[in-house]
């Protein structure tokens, strides 16, 4: 037998969470549909934490320039592992963070990939559930480049960025021109990698 919902939300990104939550304290019956982890795309693999390596590049750029202030400083060799564990501590905390505002909103977690059988009606491993409101809230995924591509193997997409854990990288060349770009290369330039931006325009950040 179906359960039935007021409104379910597919995706527990920003706006899921955030539509299914306003329901609910509306009196809205709202459950939230997630394969992954809470927060989507900013609290994973976005906004928190480009921000925690943001913030060890623009301690190194600091440290690099504190003789000129003043300060006898000597940067010591980076540890790339901590500063990793030091970011996904942080983005465990906010994930865990996330199961509690949920708890505490009444909106129920189901964990799984969904997909329609009908308008109304979303199934999650074998169990149907059915909704008034279905919210499709999914977020966006990088394009990776074409298969035919050479030296395509080597490529990594601003996800990929997040999975390099264990060592942190020589040398790199970030391809485009960006905010994204922008950002990454400037991180990984003020911890020391060597840094190549390669961007086809005549200017970067020509959008914005």
Not at 6 to 30: H, P, Q, T
Not at 157 to 162: N, V
């Amino acid at each position: 037998m179906s359960k039935h919902f007021d409104l379910i939300a597919i995706g527990a990104g920003s706006g899921g969470l955030s539509v299914a939550e306003r329901a609910a304290k509306y009196g809205a019956k709202c459950a939230v549909i997630e394969s992954g982890e809470l927060g989507g795309t900013c609290v994973n693999r976005g906004c928190v934490p480009k921000k925690i390596m943001w913030y060890g590049a623009n301690l190194a750029h600091a440290m690099h320039h504190a003789s000129d202030y003043g300060f006898d400083v000597q940067a010591g060799k980076l540890n790339w592992e901590k500063l990793v564990a030091k970011r996904e501590n942080m983005i465990g905390g906010i994930n865990d963070w996330y199961y509690d505002f949920l708890n505490e909103s009444g909106v129920e977690l189901i964990e799984g990939a969904a997909r329609f059988v009908d308008a109304k009606t979303l199934e999650v491993d074998g169990e149907t559930y059915t909704a008034d409101h279905i919210v499709i809230s999914t977020g966006g995924r990088p394009t990776p480049p074409p298969a035919d591509l050479v030296g395509g193997e080597h490529a990594i997409s601003s996800d990929g960025f997040f999975e390099v854990d264990e060592e942190q990288p020589r040398k790199v060349a970030v391809v485009g021109g960006g905010y994204i770009a922008l950002e990454l290369a400037g991180v990984l330039n003020a911890l020391g990698t060597e840094t190549h931006l390669l961007h086809q325009g005549r200017r970067v950040l020509a959008g914005f």
